[in-house]
C-alpha cells in the first residue's frame, strides 16, 4: 500500500482539487491510503466543502482509503460547539478561539450547506478525529510518527486519544498559562497540549524559541502547524528528525501570496527516503524532490513520471464561491 501525507490546507480547494484527482488516478492501479495531519479547515473559502467531502469519503465508497488526524483548528472547532450551537456569528467570533482564527467562515459555510441534524453529526465527526499515527515503516531505521504540532514521547502502536478526550486539558494548559499558574500544569496536560499547539513559534509571546524540540530522538516525526518560508513548502530539521510540511496556506488565504506551495509526502521506505511533491494553486506539481538524509532534486524525467497521474481538469467541487459576498 502506498501511504501519502499532506497537511495545513486550510480550505484551499484547488490544491485539494489536484492532490485528490492525483491520488485517485495513483489508486487505479496501486492501494492507497492519504493521512491528512490536521488543519483541513479555515482560512480558505472552501474549508466547509473539503470537511463534507473528506467525511463522506471516510464514511462511504471512495478510490483510496483516508485517515484524518486532528490539528489545532480541529481542536479549536469542537472548543466552539457550544457558542457555535447557542450563539451568533458575532458570538462566535468574538468568543471563541476559532471564530477569532479563521472558523467563522467555516461555520458561515457549514449553516449555508447542511441541515441542523448534519452540523451536528460534523461536529461529532470532528471530535472523534485521533491526535497522531504510528507508523510500522522506517526511515534510516528509525519508525515514522505523524502529529500535527509535535511528536509524544511514547507513542503507541495505535493511538487511542481523540479531540473529545483532550480539549479539557488542553483547555487548562492556556488559562493556567495565561494566569500565571504554570506549576499546576501536570505532565499528561502539557504533552497533550504539545501534540496540537507546539511549534517552534511561542503562540503566548510571538517570539522565536529554538530551543523547543518539536521531535523525539526514537523516531522520525512529521508535522504541520507552523508555516515555513521557502518555496518546497516544506522544512528537515535535522537535529530534530523533524519534517514540517505545512506549506502556508493560512498565510495564503491572509494575503500572503507568495506561499503557494503544498507538499504531498509518499513514504519510499523500500528505498529509505521520502518522495515529496509540491503542488501550487494552478493544480500543477512545480517540484518534486527526496528526502533522505539530505533533499535532493528530482531531474525531469523523474518528475513528469509523477506529473503523468495529475489530472488539471478535476474538479472535486467547482469553484462558485465569491470570496467576496
Not at 502506498?2 to 497537511?7: A, P, Y
Not at 503557494?260 to 509540491?278: A, C, G, K, Y
Not at 532534486?297 to 464561491?321: A, G, P, Q, V
Amino acid at each position: 500500500m502506498r501511504k501519502f501525507i499532506v497537511s495545513d490546507l486550510h480550505g484551499d480547494i484547488n490544491t485539494y482539487n489536484a492532490i485528490m484527482g492525483y491520488l485517485e488516478n495513483i489508486s487505479k492501479s496501486d492501494e492507497v491510503i492519504l493521512y491528512i495531519n490536521g488543519d483541513l479547515i479555515d482560512r480558505g473559502i472552501y474549508s466547509a466543502d473539503m470537511l463534507i467531502d473528506i467525511k463522506n469519503r471516510i464514511e462511504n465508497e471512495n478510490p483510496f482509503k483516508i485517515e484524518y488526524l486532528a490539528g489545532n483548528h480541529e481542536l479549536m472547532m469542537w472548543q466552539a460547539y457550544p457558542v457555535y450551537k447557542n450563539g451568533t456569528r458575532w458570538d462566535l467570533h468574538m468568543n471563541t478561539n476559532w471564530g477569532s482564527n479563521g472558523g467563522s467562515i467555516t461555520a458561515a459555510c457549514l449553516e449555508d450547506e447542511l441541515t441542523i441534524d448534519e452540523e451536528d453529526q460534523m461536529f461529532h465527526f470532528i471530535k472523534k478525529l485521533k491526535l497522531y499515527h504510528k507508523f510500522e515503516e522506517t526511515i534510516n531505521d528509525k519508525k515514522i510518527v505523524l502529529a500535527h504540532a509535535a511528536c509524544p514521547k511514547n507513542p503507541l502502536d495505535i493511538c487511542d486519544l481523540t479531540i473529545e478526550d483532550v480539549a479539557n486539558d488542553i483547555t487548562n494548559v492556556v488559562d493556567l498559562t495565561w494566569s500565571h499558574k504554570e506549576h499546576l500544569i501536570t505532565p499528561s496536560m502539557q504533552e497533550k497540549y504539545d501534540l496540537l499547539w507546539k511549534s517552534k513559534l511561542n503562540r503566548m509571546t510571538r517570539q522565536m524559541d529554538f530551543n523547543i524540540k518539536l521531535g523525539n530522538d526514537d523516531f522520525f516525526t512529521i508535522i504541520g502547524h507552523t508555516p515555513v518560508e521557502n518555496s518546497l513548502g516544506y522544512e528537515f530539521y535535522e537535529s530534530d528528525n523533524v519534517l514540517n510540511i505545512d506549506g502556508g496556506e493560512a498565510l495564503y488565504w491572509r494575503g500572503y501570496f507568495e506561499f503557494d506551495h503544498s507538499p504531498l509526502v509518499e513514504i519510499d521506505s523500500n528505498n529509505n527516503r521520502f518522495i515529496i511533491l509540491t503542488f501550487n494553486h494552478n493544480n500543477e506539481i512545480i517540484y518534486g524532490t527526496y528526502l533522505d538524509s539530505k533533499i535532493t532534486y528530482m531531474n525531469n524525467s523523474e518528475l513528469e513520471n509523477h506529473r503523468k497521474f495529475l489530472d488539471k481538469n478535476t474538479k472535486i467541487y467547482k469553484l462558485d464561491k465569491d470570496l467576496f459576498s
